[in-house]
Each structure stands twice: as structure tokens, then as C-alpha cells.
């Protein structure tokens, strides 16, 4: 069984920053990318960004320049460091990994963009 745990949403100022984290534990062999994606209300889920296990990374065009994914092979994490964040950015933001068994998803997390 594989687990993911996000943590690092919340309410933020626009112009503001958050890092997102995502932890996947358990039976885990050979993640072939991690990635974030969003998903705001009345609207469909959409990628954010994504990274490789060699670390070639791929972005929205929405967030490019803003947003920064990351991830420590040893450790089972992604990060995803969000920056000028703006309203629109508003959404929950779900972790996910690609392996040999499979694709899994976190729970999800709020991120609130507002003054």
C-alpha cells in the first residue's frame, strides 16, 4: 500500500509564497515522476508541474516563473515552492507519483490566495 501525505497549504496574501511538501511511503518501487496538480471549484483538475526521477521538470504556463517543483529521491518527496502567488492560483493542490505498480494520489491540499 502507498500513502502520500501533503502538508504546507494554507491562507496566504497575494504576492505572497508557500512550499508544498508530499511524503510517499510504503510498498514503493521505482517512482518514475512526481508531480502536483490543482484542482479549483466548478473547474477541472489541471497540471501544475511535474518532475522526472532525473529531474527534468515540466510547468503550466500559468505558473511558470512562479512556481519552483523539486524533489529528494532518498527521502520519497516533492516540494513545490510557489511564488507571487495570485488569487487565481486558488485551489486544492493533490501530490502524485508514477510507478512500476501504478499512479497514486494524496488527499489534497487548500491553498487559499486572498487579502
Known amino acids: 500500500q502507498v500513502q502520500l501525505v501533503e502538508s504546507g497549504g494554507g491562507l496566504v496574501q497575494p504576492g505572497g509564497s508557500l512550499r508544498l511538501s508530499c511524503v510517499a511511503s510504503?510498498?514503493?518501487?521505482?517512482?518514475?515522476?512526481m508531480g502536483w496538480h490543482r484542482q479549483a471549484p466548478g473547474k477541472q483538475r489541471e497540471l501544475v508541474a511535474a518532475i522526472t526521477y532525473g529531474g527534468s521538470t515540466n510547468y503550466a504556463d500559468s505558473v511558470k516563473g512562479r512556481f519552483t517543483i523539486s524533489r529528494d529521491n532518498a527521502k520519497n518527496t516533492v516540494y513545490l515552492q510557489m511564488n507571487s502567488l495570485k488569487p487565481e492560483d486558488t485551489a486544492v493542490y493533490y501530490c502524485n507519483i508514477a510507478t512500476m505498480s501504478g499512479a497514486y494520489w494524496g488527499q489534497g491540499t487548500q491553498v487559499t490566495v486572498s487579502s
Open positions: 510504503g510498498s514503493i518501487f521505482s517512482i518514475y515522476g
